[in-house]
């Protein structure tokens, strides 16, 4: 969040996600704001600024996620870890459903969708929009 990014890294991980938010699938150019690198692992839990441990992300997931690695899933109860770009499908956790809801298929999924909000009404808004004028998120 925080930590800075040397601007040929930050052209990486952008270009890599497609101008996408890795959790949320917005388009940066459908964002308020400008899209930034995440420490998937945050720098204060030893994580590094390396291409494998960034992802590109909208301010609002950053903000969101902040430094955490994992949250309380609501079904189990378990402490399950957060849906990581680099090392997860996201087509395997997660699923874009027809009205601009994102659905969880796994305990990853529910703990990203709940952490980071991912199906807040404004989000959700902005999605059905795009699907409209066929600029679906994926």
């Known amino acids: 969040m925080s930590e800075y990014v040397p601007a040929e890294l930050r052209r ?8 996408r938010c890795e959790y949320c699938l917005i388009h940066q ?3 308020f704001l400008p899209h930034e690198p995440d ?20 301010y609002v997931c950053n903000r969101a996620k902040g430094s955490d ?12 870890r957060l849906f990581n770009p680099r090392t997860d499908s996201w087509g395997d956790h997660l699923e874009l459903i027809k009205d601009g809801s994102i659905e969880a298929k796994t305990a990853i999924g529910r703990v990203t969708v709940a952490l980071l ?3 807040r009404p404004e989000l959700l808004a902005i999605r059905e929009l795009l699907a409209k004028s066929s600029r679906k998120p994926r």
């Not at 692992?41 to 600024?49: D, S, W």
């Not at 690695?69 to 399950?80: C, F, N």
């Open 29 to 31: 150019d459908d964002a």
């Open 12 to 19: 990486l991980i952008r270009d890599r996600a497609g101008h």
């Open 69 to 80: 690695l994992a949250s309380i899933d609501q079904t189990t109860g378990e402490i399950v």
């Open 39 to 58: 420490h998937i692992i945050a720098v204060k839990h030893r994580g590094e600024t390396i291409e494998g441990n960034l992802a590109w992300t909208c």
């Open 117 to 119: 909000s991912l199906n």
